[in-house]
């Protein structure tokens, strides 16, 4: 069956770097673009990044750009968000989920990582 | 970005009754809409995809329906399990956007 497994979050102070990973297994994982997506304490879900199959594109939301690079290796069946510059605002439970782009859900779901941001 | 409105933000019911939430798109996104629902302490789970297609092992209670700009998810004979929180998601044009949730509780 499809697996998600995230790893990597934690306290972290503003300004620190920090890199998620998410271990896949259960299905072909180099034919399928990944996504990571947010959620902060009590609030609704935030896309943050996705990159392709091939991993010949990488979206982000405005508010990572330049700090966060999506990035995948398909020997390890593994997607990794590394965080740059991080503020405090990126406070999150840190979702891995599977979705083809350009125009394909997000139909399996890790269990997620919790970033805090804290000094 | 497309903003995507979710309404009512949490409605009340009662075990057996069935219930519509209405996502709206700021612009057309054809029929690239995706409902979750979510549990507290959980991960979101997909149910419906392409506006009114079942994902695989979602019970057919729930409903998907719409096009462009305006959707709709029903749960009939909601049951103590459906109680939870459901989002809406636009998956037509980057960077995808959620609704802002809608929270069913028991009456």
């Known amino acids: 069956q499809v697996q998600l497994v995230e790893s990597g979050g934690g306290v972290v102070q503003p300004g620190r770097s920090l890199r998620l990973s998410c271990a896949t297994s259960?299905?072909?994982?180099?034919?399928?673009?990944m996504h990571w997506v947010r959620q902060a304490p009590g609030k609704g879900l935030e896309w943050v990044a996705v990159?392709?199959?091939?991993?010949?594109?990488?979206y982000y939301i405005d508010s990572v750009k330049g700090r966060f690079t999506i990035s995948r290796d398909d020997s390890k069946n593994t997607v990794y968000l590394q965080m740059n510059t991080l503020r405090a605002d990126d406070t999150a439970v840190y979702y891995c989920?599977?979705?083809?782009?350009?125009?394909?859900?997000?139909?399996?779901w890790g269990q997620g990582t919790l970033v805090t941001v804290s000094s | 970005d497309i903003q995507m409105t979710q309404s009512p933000s949490s409605l009340s019911a009662s075990v057996g009754d069935r219930v519509t939430i209405t996502c709206r798109a700021s612009?057309?996104?054809?029929?690239?809409l995706a409902w979750f629902q979510q549990k507290p302490g959980k991960a979101p789970k997909s149910l419906i995809y392409?506006?009114?297609s079942l994902q695989s092992g979602v019970p057919s209670k729930f409903s998907g329906s719409g096009s462009g700009a305006e959707f709709t998810l029903t749960i009939s004979n909601l049951q103590p399990e459906d109680f939870a929180t459901y989002y809406c998601?636009?998956?037509?044009?980057?960077?995808?956007?959620f609704g802002g949730g809608t929270k069913v509780e028991i009456k």
């Open positions: 989920t599977r979705g083809n782009p350009p125009h394909s859900h997000n139909d399996f």
């Open positions: 259960g299905f072909t994982f180099r034919s399928y673009g």
């Open positions: 990159i392709w199959h091939d991993g010949s594109n990488t």
């Open positions: 612009q057309g996104i054809r029929n690239y």
């Open positions: 392409a506006a009114s």
């Open positions: 998601q636009q998956y037509n044009t980057y960077p995808l956007t």
